[in-house]
């Protein structure tokens, strides 16, 4: 499976469910090279109760969250050896930056570039934006993880 991948699709892949599941939709994937996906960010998000009442924004640590569940998608679509059973687990971030508040309204494109692998350790580098701005970045570890 590659290419574009709905919401349902993302859910036979992923083992999150919502409030969890970060990503909405993959518009594009080339396995072993590039994904690119969406997060709707929408008021009704349950955090947006306490982060903050007044000035509602989305949370960095679920910037990243989402960026690795980014990783999680272009790992499943990479690699033969992995199948059915298969979870995939954040297993580092490096260089994780933070340029742009991001809100109720915002699209948030994920993308997930391909660095390298060696065993079950996959790496990339990857970025949030909204509106072509830059809102996170930083150097994720993706470990594929049977049974």
Not at 26 to 46: D, G
Request: glycine share 6%; hydrophobic share 45%; proline share 5%.
């Amino acid at each position: 499976m590659s290419g574009k991948l709905d919401i349902l699709q993302i859910q036979e892949l992923l083992p999150h469910r919502y409030p969890f599941l970060l990503v909405d939709k993959v518009i594009e994937c080339e396995p072993k090279v590039r994904l690119l996906a969406c997060k709707n960010v929408t008021f009704n998000e349950p955090f947006f109760q306490g982060h903050f009442p007044t000035n509602p924004v989305f949370p960095g640590v679920l910037m990243l969250e989402a960026l690795a569940q980014a990783t999680a998608l272009l790992t499943s679509q990479s690699d033969d050896q992995f199948g059915s059973g298969t979870t995939y687990f954040l297993a580092g971030i490096d260089k994780a930056r933070f340029k742009k508040q991001v809100g109720p309204g915002d699209q948030l494109m994920l993308e997930a570039v391909f660095l390298k692998s060696r065993r079950n350790i996959w790496s990339f580098e990857c970025r949030a934006e909204v509106d072509d701005e830059l809102a996170a970045s930083a150097n994720i570890m993706c470990a594929a993880v049977v049974g």
